[in-house]
């Protein structure tokens, strides 16, 4: 019995000494990466309300003094898309599947150079530590970021080099039809498509489909940056993603091709 019961006491004393310890270990790691965390985004939110805060606004719901300006004049076709509110935590410009946050590589590409035909301005002249503390900052606005993590990046795009040439035009020709693209972005191209002009964002807001013959890209001039909008698709704007659809790496290609012609990148 006298084992027995010294054997218990031992065990009782072990299993609170384990339970100490963890407790011990939980709360120095949540303590030092808490404690790191929060000087970053410290930090970020400096960063935030001297180049931010104008356009995403205090709260980062994309109401700062010209998100306001800018939504009571409802004009001008550079100032037609709105500051992003980013409380609602949907990205346009990732390398993650449709549905997922940005990786903090997407948002810092998307900082660094600014967004074309938004007035998104390149913050190319920030520092990296600056970046990426402002990245930490905007991620408070949204739950998504506690709750969910990014997803894994999809599989990187690498041209291949008949990329342009008439016959791949020709076929993503097809796929252009097929996929129903004219829908919103026109036969020709020109963003207006029968469905055009009822077109709204994820936050209420009239969009326009891209017009080829006119536009620069939003996400990046490039024919890899192309091909990532459509396997991606650019959340909250109605614009898809094709990663189901078009399955096949070759057509997805053929695709970019026609989009250069539209462009006149290519004859
Ligand atoms: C002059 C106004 C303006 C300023 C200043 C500005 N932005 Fe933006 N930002 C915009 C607009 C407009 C959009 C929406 C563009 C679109 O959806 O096409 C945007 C979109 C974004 C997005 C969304 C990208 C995505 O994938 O959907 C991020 C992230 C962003 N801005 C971060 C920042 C950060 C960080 C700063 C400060 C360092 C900043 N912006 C400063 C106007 C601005
Ligand atoms: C339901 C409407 C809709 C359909 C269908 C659609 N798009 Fe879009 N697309 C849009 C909208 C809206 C935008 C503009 C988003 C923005 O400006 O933020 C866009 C933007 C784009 C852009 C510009 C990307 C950038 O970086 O600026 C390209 C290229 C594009 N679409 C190609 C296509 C192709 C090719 C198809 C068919 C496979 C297609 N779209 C189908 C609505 C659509």
């Known amino acids: 019995m006298e084992g027995f019961s010294l054997k ?10 384990v339970l100490l310890v963890f407790a011990l270990a939980t709360l120095h790691t949540s303590d030092s990466v808490y404690g790191k965390d929060s000087a970053i985004i410290e930090k970020g939110k ?15 719901d994309g109401k700062g003094l ?12 550079v100032w037609y898309v709105y500051p992003r509110d980013f409380t609602v935590g949907v990205f346009k410009f990732r390398s ?30 920030l520092s990296l530590e600056e970046r990426k503390a402002v990245i930490a900052y905007i991620k408070t606005f949204s739950k998504r970021w506690v709750e969910e993590e990014p997803c894994d990046e999809v599989i990187e795009a690498k041209m291949p080099k008949w990329v342009g040439t008439p ?4 076929k993503g020709e097809k796929i252009y039809v097929k996929m ?3 829908e919103c972005h026109g036969y020709e191209g020109k963003g207006d498509g029968p469905k055009s002009d009822k077109l709204k964002d994820d936050w209420g807001d009239k969009i326009l489909p891209f017009d ?3 536009g620069t890209l939003k996400r990046g001039s490039s024919p890899e940056n192309i091909y990532m909008t459509y396997i991606t698709g650019l959340d909250g704007t109605g614009m898809p993603s094709y990663e189901d659809s078009i399955p096949n790496e070759e057509d997805r290609w053929h695709l970019v091709s026609y ?4 462009m006149k990148r290519v004859k």
């Open 96 to 125: 993650t599947p449709t549905g997922c946050l940005p990786t903090d590589d997407d948002l810092l590409r998307t900082i660094t150079n600014g967004i074309p035909r938004s007035g998104m301005p390149s913050h190319k002249d």
């Open 8 to 17: 218990t006491k031992g065990a009782v004393i072990l299993f609170f000494l």
């Open 167 to 170: 016959e791949s035009v020709k």
């Open 66 to 77: 010209i998100g306001i300006i800018h939504r009571v004049e409802k004009s001008g076709l």
């Open 46 to 60: 400096k960063v935030y309300k001297k180049y931010c805060i104008i356009c995403h606004g205090e709260k980062g």
């Open 259 to 262: 989009t250069l012609k539209l």
């Open 212 to 214: 080829f013959t006119t």
């Open 180 to 182: 129903k693209c004219w």
